[in-house]
């Protein structure tokens, strides 16, 4: 029996090869848009889950991991930005201010198909930002595939003085979360 990612991310790659957890990846494909009313926390956790199941479905034989990260300011949740403009756009929303990254995960383990499904919340601060210092960080491509549309662990990493939680949660996985449900159903 394996781990499976469902993600293509390559950073969520890197914070399970860091932390010695082995597995491999095989993405999964659902359609990523917010229900009416749906709440942020839940929001997350939906998806994690829909990617776990969908993946599981083809590998009944393994255990699932699926994750979905999303930011969240003022009860709107921001995604992955659309284009540069949209990216500019979550950019300043952030700037100087105090928002939300939440990351729902969901553990499916092989053959009944059992599923666990939680959330880690992380508050970050983000320092005030210059129209000239956005549009030079969106020029540069990092914030296009991220949440939120900025890089904790790349060049925004200047603009973030404080955090309050997992740091790992702010990239894209939290790790000591996933570990605990993996080693609860005995993958690891």
């Not at 296009?144 to 740091?167: F, H, L, N, T, V």
């Not at 996933?178 to 080693?183: P, S």
């Amino acid at each position: 029996m394996a781990i499976v990612l469902a993600s293509a991310s390559p950073r969520r790659s890197e914070l399970l090869r860091s932390a010695g957890i082995p597995f491999t990846v095989q993405p999964a494909n659902i359609n990523e848009a917010p229900l009416a009313g749906e709440a942020a926390q839940d929001y997350a956790e939906r998806l994690a889950r829909e990617k776990a199941l969908a993946v599981s479905q083809r590998r009944p034989q393994d255990y699932v991991l699926g994750a979905d990260t999303i930011v969240v300011v003022d009860g709107a949740i921001l995604g992955k930005p659309r284009d540069p403009d949209d990216a500019v756009r979550m950019l300043r929303l952030l700037a100087g201010r105090t928002h939300e990254v939440i990351t729902g995960v969901c553990v499916v383990s092989p053959g009944a198909g059992e599923s666990k499904t939680a959330s880690e919340a992380t508050l970050v601060n983000m320092c005030e930002l210059s129209d000239d210092e956005i549009r030079e960080y969106v020029a540069t491509g990092e914030p296009m595939d991220k949440a939120g549309a900025y890089a904790i662990q790349g060049m925004a990493s200047r603009w973030i003085p404080r955090i309050e939680g997992d740091y790992s949660n702010v990239v894209g996985l939290p790790v000591a979360l996933v570990y605990g449900m993996l080693r609860e159903r005995g993958a690891v």
